[in-house]
């Protein structure tokens, strides 16, 4: 049995800070349509797709940082998006800039959402991994201030029943770490999408700039594979004022093969036909949770710092300042 879905790997290159929302949601209808045009049922936007990667620089001004983050999805400017989905049959993942009022007080969320064909929404997630300072780095050529702006995600990690499968959301930097898929997979998810804003220098590990690429996938075929995944990650690419990211956004198959990558900078399509079934093969030949995997035989112990241990350097060495 097969339960094909086609899905559209959407890559936008820059956006500037001066572009409105409105430029931005004319290229995501572009995309949207290119996506019907070739036989999508969802096409995947990447991480903060509205706006430029404003975590990229310091803000001081509540009400200038306040302008970065939607008050409402969909909103007036948003809207047309959702239309065009339901007019054409094709969901769609959304990352985004989340100002929220909770219990009376302003939250800023780094969030993303899945619209079903109809344009309805089925779930939110909230980035959980948020990396780089809650300070600007003077010495640094750019910034990674998310953890000054944003929140850490507060919904967990969740799959919903959606395109015929289960499907699952994260961000960027929740890529990185393996919980991330594993906790998705134990949730039933066949599928995992999600965008990033990578730049291609880590003023925080520049040894690693030159393996930036193969990091991207490393981390994303190797959670497809071992979870039994379908993988979507979709670049926010290009010189973004003045910030280099990179792209080869890509679709990752359980077996960890990338079946479709995109070759630019800019907005590009790249589609894949997936079979969902192939999660299921892979969970029942290789990855069965509950016969194979013995969680309570690993010896875990509570997570310490190395330091406690006696080992690694002590958090307040001011050279190992951690990102
Ligand atoms: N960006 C980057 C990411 O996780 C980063 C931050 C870059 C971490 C390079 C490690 C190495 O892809 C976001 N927005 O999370």
């Avoid at 804003?197 to 071992?226: E, I, K, R």
Wanted: with cysteine; hydrophobic share 40%.
């Amino acid at each position: 049995m097969s339960r094909m879905l086609t899905v559209g790997a959407a890559q936008f290159g820059p956006v500037s800070r001066t572009e409105t929302r409105q430029d931005v949601v004319n290229r995501l209808l572009d995309l949207l349509r290119q996506g019907h045009a070739r036989g999508c049922q969802l096409v995947v936007f990447t991480e903060a797709a509205l706006t430029a990667f404003f975590p990229h620089w310091l803000i001081t001004d509540e009400a200038e940082l306040d302008g970065w983050f939607e008050r409402e999805m969909p909103s007036p400017v948003t809207q047309p998006l959702f239309d065009e989905a339901a007019r054409l049959g094709v969901g769609f993942h959304l990352g985004y800039a989340e100002l929220a009022w909770e219990g009376g007080e302003k939250r800023r969320y780094n969030s993303a959402i899945l619209v079903d064909q109809r344009g309805r929404i089925l779930g939110k997630y909230r980035k959980i991994h948020l990396p780089g300072y809650d300070s600007p780095q003077p010495e640094q050529p750019f910034q990674n201030l998310e953890k000054r702006y944003f929140a850490v995600g507060d919904l967990g990690f969740r799959a919903w029943p959606a395109f015929g499968g289960m499907v699952g959301v994260c961000i960027c930097n929740d890529r990185r770490w393996p919980e991330t898929y594993r906790a998705l997979a134990l949730q039933g998810a066949e599928m995992v999408l999600l965008g990033y804003n990578t730049p291609l220098h880590n003023p925080a590990l520049p040894s690693s700039d030159p393996l930036a690429n193969f990091h991207n996938h490393l981390c994303m075929q190797a959670g497809a594979y071992q979870n039994g995944l379908w993988v979507v990650g979709v670049a926010k690419a290009g010189l973004e004022e003045g910030v280099m990211q990179i792209g080869q956004s890509c679709i990752i198959a359980p077996s960890g093969e990338i079946v479709a990558m995109t070759a630019t900078l800019e907005d590009e399509l790249v589609t894949a036909r997936c079979d969902l079934d192939l999660a299921t093969l892979y969970r029942a030949k290789l990855w069965n949770f509950a016969r194979n995997r013995r969680i309570e035989h690993y010896g875990l112990i509570t997570e310490q710092r190395g330091e406690e241990r006696g080992k690694g350097p002590s958090p307040d060495d001011p050279a190992h300042e951690e990102s």
